[in-house]
């Protein structure tokens, strides 16, 4: 595709249900990465794969907090049990090998009543 | 946890004034990039100046680079309308992979 993608683009979930996010980065990157945006903040790093491998998993803030990337494409970000405060701006960032550019997606937007 | 801090947090400015955003970090880094985000394109990736060197240009973006300072700056020329966004710094943190991002300035172009 021409670019990162992301679904769904909002998802409003009640608070103790799980949710699952996914990115489609642009085809060819080797790198992926999570970040987590909240209202009026500046994103921050979840986690990173480089192919299928989870090489950095240490801005997941609690273990409801997973995610996958087994065939080294898409990734899908779940939160079980959501809590109000996941309420955030979760964005998709992909890389080409050797470059440092990240591309972004536009972002799912999640909102825990 | 954010490493960067810009300033300033919002800045309002005149079409076709210059615009002049500043950044601290607090690590070593590789490199330092600088993005866009509006409602519109979402993230977009503007300039990237590595850590040796000081000032690097494109278009009408000029990008410094203090290491001893451990600070850049973005600066915008002849603004529009359409160049209103947010700006974010973003350092590598010195491992070339997660990017550790600043609380980001909100400019506002008025035409």
């Known amino acids: 595709g021409a670019g990162v993608s992301q679904s769904p683009r909002y998802k409003v979930a009640k608070r103790g249900q799980d949710v699952a996010l996914r990115c489609d980065p642009i085809?060819?990157?080797?790198?992926l990465f999570w970040y987590q945006q909240a209202l009026g903040q500046g994103p921050e790093f979840l986690t990173y794969f480089q192919n299928e491998a989870q090489l950095d998993k240490s801005g997941l803030p609690s273990d409801r907090f997973f995610a996958e990337r087994p065939e080294g494409s898409v990734s899908t970000l779940k939160i079980q049990r959501t809590q109000q405060e996941d309420s955030a701006v979760y964005l998709c960032?992909?890389?080409?090998?050797?470059?440092?550019?990240?591309?972004f997606g536009p972002g799912t937007r999640l909102t825990v009543l | 946890s954010q490493q960067g801090e810009e300033d300033p947090q919002a800045l309002s400015i005149q079409e076709g004034e210059n615009a002049t955003m500043n950044c601290s970090y607090k690590?070593?880094?590789?490199?330092l990039q600088w993005y866009r985000q509006n409602s519109g394109r979402g993230l977009v990736h503007l300039i990237l100046?590595?850590?040796n060197e000081r000032e690097k240009h494109s278009g009408r973006l000029r990008v410094t680079l203090d290491t001893s300072k451990k600070s850049s700056s973005l600066l915008i020329t002849a603004s529009r309308a359409a160049d209103t966004a947010s700006y974010f710094c973003?350092?590598?943190?010195?491992?070339?992979?997660?990017?550790?991002w600043g609380l980001g300035t909100s400019l506002a172009v008025n035409p």
């Open positions: 960032a992909s890389i080409r090998g050797g470059y440092n550019e990240q591309f």
């Open positions: 973003a350092t590598d943190g010195g491992n070339n992979r997660k990017l550790i």
């Open positions: 100046i590595r850590s």
């Open positions: 085809s060819g990157h080797v790198s």
């Open positions: 690590t070593s880094i590789n490199n």
